[in-house]
């Protein structure tokens, strides 16, 4: 599968239609940031992933998603959306952490706090357990 026209709009529910010189244009810039991004995904995640990034790119430079935007709306209700935030970019961010390896803490060289406090240590002798119990 590749990235098409129509996986763009199908992505985007027909909000962003592309012609061919549109998506010439989005395509190697959206493939840029998902190689340097990509946490080892499928192939047809990794198009899905590339069609969110096109739809950001494309929904950024058509309705200048780029600044800050917020609203109060008088009351306790307000909303606002950080630079640069469109909803097919927070769709790729999540896609991506799906698909993220998790962290190797056994390599970080954590220690216990307490680990060099002299004179408290551990208690190494087994507790009895019921089975112990009952041949007693």
């Not at 946490?39 to 600044?67: F, I, N, W």
């Not at 307000?78 to 909803?87: C, E, F, L, V």
Request: net charge negative.
């Amino acid at each position: 599968m590749t990235v098409t026209a129509a996986t763009i709009a199908r992505v985007s529910g027909s909000r962003i239609t592309l012609d061919a010189e549109g998506l010439a244009y989005y395509l190697p810039l959206a493939l840029e940031v998902l190689e340097r991004e990509d946490p080892g995904l499928g192939s047809a995640t990794y198009d899905r992933a590339a069609a969110l990034m096109v739809c950001h790119l494309a929904a950024a430079d058509k309705q200048g998603d780029l600044e800050m935007k917020s609203e109060n709306r008088g009351g306790d209700w307000s909303y606002a959306k950080d630079p640069g935030q469109t909803s097919y970019l927070v769709q790729y961010r999540a896609l991506l952490e799906q698909f993220a390896a998790p962290a190797d803490l056994a390599d970080e060289g954590i220690v216990r706090a307490d680990a060099t406090i002299t004179g408290l240590a551990l208690d190494e002798v087994r507790l009895p357990t019921f089975t112990d119990l009952e041949g007693a």
